[in-house]
C-alpha cells in the first residue's frame, strides 16, 4: 500500500509559478511510477506529466516546456514545477503511483485526495 498527500495547491495569477508537492510513503514507493493527472469537472482525469524509477519523464502536449516533474533528495517527495499557467488549467490535480506510467487512471494504483489548483486572468 502506498499512501500520497498532495500539497501546494490554490489560487493564482496566470503567468506565474506554482509548485505542487507529492509526500510518499508506505511500501516500495520508490519502484513504481509517479505522477500527476488534472481533472475538471465532467471530465476525465488526464495524464500531464509522470516519472518512472529509471528516472524517464512523460509531459503531455499542452504542458510541455513549462511542467517540470522532478523527485526530492529524500526520494519520497514529487514535485510538478507549473510555469506560465494560464486559467485553463484551473483543474484538481492528484498524484498517483502505479506499476507503469499509463494515461488511463484505472491503471494507476493509489491516489492522493487531489488539490484544487486555480487560475485567474
Known amino acids: 500500500q502506498v499512501q500520497l498527500v498532495e500539497s501546494g495547491g490554490g489560487s493564482a495569477q496566470a503567468g506565474g509559478s506554482l509548485r505542487l508537492s507529492c509526500g510518499a510513503s508506505?511500501?516500495?514507493?520508490?519502484?513504481?511510477?509517479m505522477g500527476w493527472f488534472r481533472q475538471t469537472p465532467g471530465n476525465q482525469r488526464e495524464r500531464i506529466a509522470t516519472?518512472?524509477?529509471?528516472?524517464?519523464?512523460f509531459y503531455a502536449d499542452s504542458v510541455r516546456g513549462r511542467f517540470t516533474i522532478s523527485q526530492g533528495n529524500s526520494k519520497s517527495t514529487l514535485y510538478r514545477q507549473m510555469d506560465s499557467r494560464t486559467p485553463q488549467e484551473s483543474a484538481m490535480y492528484y498524484c498517483?503511483?502505479?506499476?507503469?506510467?499509463?494515461?488511463?487512471?484505472?491503471?494507476?494504483?493509489?491516489w492522493g485526495q487531489g488539490t484544487q489548483v486555480t487560475v485567474s486572468s
Open positions: 516519472r518512472f524509477t529509471t528516472g524517464n519523464t
Open positions: 508506505g511500501d516500495t514507493y520508490s519502484r513504481y511510477c
Open positions: 498517483a503511483a502505479g506499476p507503469g506510467c499509463y494515461n488511463d487512471p484505472q491503471k494507476m494504483n493509489w
